[in-house]
């Protein structure tokens, strides 16, 4: 099996990549699901990448089917072979049988002894040696199937196009979340600065002011500084810059979040017309020049931009990532705040470090004699599994699988069988949401998750403040409704308890990996 090394992409060589790449020779439903997201189905958008590699998994999954189907051939081919010896004399009634036997068991064993070595020399972790990131070169793998891959998920564009109900695909579930609204007031000019303001009218004009002239009764100031003008725009940068400081680069080194990453992304759905004509192209999604430029923008095709602030801790194994929109209506202020996590991969991937670090004579040994053990069933399953996994049908040369958005019609004349054929291009989910474990592998995980999102939050709500003091905002609104925010429980409304990472109630519609919009019918 020949090698291509990576190019030095973001995440090729993390945990994360090396052991979902390990799973794809372990689960054979997680193998053909990484095909299907990003082979088959690759008029759809990738989903952002967190914390890992999509092209290597691909390849490794790629490398794993190429495997079975060896054997497969291999077995047919050998079938055949036997039948045309028993037909034309060569052999026996009764050795026809035994060679069959003997086929079924050669074939499996090859194809595990393969997977046993590619596991261990490359996927293993070895002491004092590091995940290069590379992988198998296949055919299918072509040059421009890596760049599409690469740059959707990078988000290259600076736009996700996510196909489901929620936005923030490839994140993982929604385990916390708030939002605030604060009123944008000129700040109350003190009497220190009264003072000064009278100062300078007796000296400019000449005019004397009364004392107590600028208050109300009950002491309440009556003057109020003029607000320095602000984008939304303006605010979302200076966020995004200071968070990166304050946690990451002016930071001391002992105190510093080494995995933070501070991105500023937009969301979009992706629905497009097709044409009767033959789809050549790989992504049918919109480019960003397609999408109106106006900020939450209250259309379906609208695009809304969120800063995303990740967090990838145990070797990006475990992923929290924080989601930050603002917007300005009425004077007013209004931040949302969405915390996912990417809980830690499926515990049987982790098999791989488990595995020894060569094929010794014994370990050889061990694996005929499990093979001889397991033929009957290996055999069934090698035969029964193409069904159960639903595997893609093969593409003809020239074209792709489309799925098209369903047409809900309730009209009189069934108006529906008339309109324009869509499809709906954007992600509906990550290689890495694919292998996802439902619970926590170890306690200090969960409270790693709990940890980074109050100290996003935290540091969050301190730079907003420092924001709006710099443009004359009254603060006595932004101070009322952060201590509400940091004296909640973070209990009250996340998931997290016991290990379990489930969707709890915070009052939206369930969170899995296969959610869908109200009334989208699944054709996955």
Same mark, same amino acid.
């Given at each position: 099996?020949?090698?291509?090394?990576?190019?030095?992409?973001?995440?090729?060589?993390?945990?994360?990549?090396?052991?979902?790449?390990?799973?794809?020779?372990?689960d054979?439903?997680?193998r053909?699901?990484?095909?299907?997201?990003l082979?088959?189905?690759?008029?759809r958008v990738?989903?952002?990448?967190?914390?890992?590699?999509?092209v290597?998994?691909?390849a490794?999954?790629?490398?794993?089917?190429?495997?079975?189907?060896?054997?497969?051939?291999?077995?047919?081919?050998?079938?055949?072979?036997?039948l045309v010896?028993?037909?034309?004399?060569v052999?026996?009634?009764?050795?026809?049988?035994?060679?069959?036997?003997?086929?079924?068991?050669?074939?499996? @064993?090859?194809?595990?002894?393969?997977t046993?070595?590619?596991?261990?020399?490359?996927?293993?972790?070895?002491?004092?040696?590091?995940f290069?990131?590379s992988?198998?070169?296949?055919?299918?793998l072509?040059?421009?199937?890596?760049?599409?891959?690469?740059?959707?998920?990078?988000?290259?564009?600076g736009?996700v196009? @996510?196909?489901?109900?929620?936005?923030?695909?490839?994140?993982?579930?929604?385990?916390?979340?708030?939002?605030?609204a604060?009123?944008?007031?000129?700040?109350p000019?003190?009497?220190?600065?009264?003072?000064?303001?009278?100062?300078?009218?007796?000296?400019?004009?000449?005019?004397?002011?009364?004392?107590?002239?600028?208050?109300?009764?009950?002491?309440e100031p009556?003057?109020?500084?003029?607000?320095?003008p602000?984008?939304?725009a303006?605010?979302?940068?200076?966020?995004?810059?200071?968070?990166?400081?304050?946690?990451?680069?002016?930071?001391?080194?002992?105190?510093?979040?080494?995995?933070?990453?501070?991105?500023?992304?937009?969301?979009?759905?992706?629905?497009r017309?097709?044409?009767?004509?033959?789809?050549?192209?790989?992504s049918?999604?919109?480019?960003?020049?397609?999408?109106?430029?106006?900020?939450?923008?209250?259309?379906?095709?609208?695009?809304?931009?969120?800063?995303c602030?990740?967090?990838?801790s145990?070797?990006?194994?475990?992923?929290?990532?924080?989601?930050?929109?603002?917007?300005?209506?009425?004077?007013?202020?209004?931040?949302?705040?969405y915390? @996912?996590?990417?809980?830690?991969?499926?515990?049987?991937?982790h098999?791989?470090?488990?595995?020894?670090?060569?094929?010794?004579?014994?370990?050889?040994?061990?694996?005929?004699?499990?093979?001889?053990?397991?033929?009957?069933?290996?055999?069934?399953?090698?035969?029964?599994?193409?069904?159960?996994?639903?595997?893609?049908?093969?593409?003809?040369?020239?074209?792709?699988?489309?799925?098209t958005?369903?047409?809900v019609?309730?009209?009189?004349?069934?108006?529906?069988?008339?309109?324009?054929?869509?499809?709906?291009?954007?992600?509906?989910?990550?290689?890495r949401?694919?292998?996802?474990?439902?619970t926590?592998?170890?306690?200090?995980?969960e409270?790693?998750?709990?940890?980074?999102?109050?100290i996003?939050?935290?540091?969050?709500?301190?730079?907003?403040?420092?924001?709006?003091?710099?443009h004359?905002?009254?603060?006595?609104?932004?101070?009322?409704?952060?201590?509400?925010?940091?004296?909640?429980?973070?209990?009250?409304?996340?998931n997290?308890?016991?290990?379990?990472?489930?969707?709890?109630?915070?009052?939206?519609?369930?969170?899995?990996?296969n959610?869908?919009?109200?009334?989208?019918?699944?054709?996955?």
């Open positions: 099996m020949s090698t291509a090394t990576v190019p030095r992409r973001d995440h090729a060589t993390s945990k994360a990549t090396r052991l979902l790449s390990a799973g794809t020779y372990l054979p439903l997680y053909k699901s990484v095909i299907k997201e082979l088959t189905n690759r008029f990738v989903a952002p990448s967190y914390g890992y590699d999509a290597s998994v691909l490794h999954a790629l490398a794993a089917h190429r495997l079975r189907r060896n054997q497969l051939l291999a077995l047919g081919g050998g079938t055949l072979a036997i010896l028993t037909v034309s004399g052999v026996g009634f009764v050795v026809a049988p035994l060679l069959f036997v003997w086929l079924v068991w050669a074939t499996a @064993y090859l194809r595990r002894i393969a046993l070595q590619t596991l261990m020399t490359r996927l293993k972790d070895h002491p004092g040696g590091e290069d990131g992988y198998p070169a296949t055919r299918r072509t040059e421009g199937l890596v760049r599409k891959i690469d740059h959707e998920q990078s988000s290259g564009s736009t196009f @996510y196909g489901r109900y929620h936005p923030f695909v490839g994140a993982g579930q929604l385990v916390h979340e708030w939002s605030n604060e009123l944008l007031l000129g700040a000019i003190g009497a220190l600065e009264r003072s000064a303001g009278r100062a300078a009218a007796l000296a400019v004009g000449g005019m004397e002011i009364a004392p107590g002239f600028d208050e109300l009764i009950g002491g009556r003057e109020r500084k003029d607000i320095i602000f984008t939304v303006e605010l979302t940068s200076y966020v995004a810059t200071r968070m990166t400081a304050d946690l990451h680069d002016d930071a001391p080194e002992d105190e510093r979040i080494t995995s933070l990453t501070v991105e500023r992304r937009r969301y979009a759905r992706a629905i017309e097709l044409k009767k004509t033959k789809h050549r192209a790989w049918l999604a919109p480019a960003d020049d397609e999408l109106p430029d106006v900020h939450w923008d209250d259309e379906y095709d609208s695009a809304r931009e969120y800063l602030v990740r967090v990838g145990w070797n990006q194994e475990l992923v929290t990532s924080i989601f930050v929109g603002f917007d300005i209506k009425g004077n007013t202020l209004h931040t949302e705040f915390t @996912y996590a990417l809980a830690p991969l499926i515990e049987s991937f098999l791989v470090d488990r595995l020894p670090d060569s094929l010794s004579g014994r370990l050889m040994w061990r694996v005929a004699r499990d093979v001889a053990k397991g033929a009957p069933r290996d055999l069934v399953r090698l035969l029964v599994n193409p069904l159960r996994e639903r595997l893609p049908r093969r593409l003809r040369k020239g074209r792709f699988l489309v799925e958005a369903p047409v019609d309730y009209s009189e004349f069934r108006l529906g069988r008339y309109v324009t054929t869509t499809a709906n291009c954007g992600a509906r989910t990550s290689v949401e694919m292998a996802t474990n439902k926590f592998h170890h306690f200090f995980q409270s790693d998750t709990v940890k980074y999102t109050q996003v939050e935290r540091r969050l709500l301190k730079i907003i403040r420092d924001f709006l003091f710099e004359n905002v009254d603060l006595d609104d932004h101070d009322a409704r952060q201590g509400d925010i940091l004296n909640q429980h973070f209990g009250d409304n996340n997290f308890g016991s290990g379990n990472l489930s969707v709890g109630n915070v009052g939206r519609q369930s969170l899995n990996n959610s869908k919009a109200p009334g989208e019918k699944r054709r996955d």
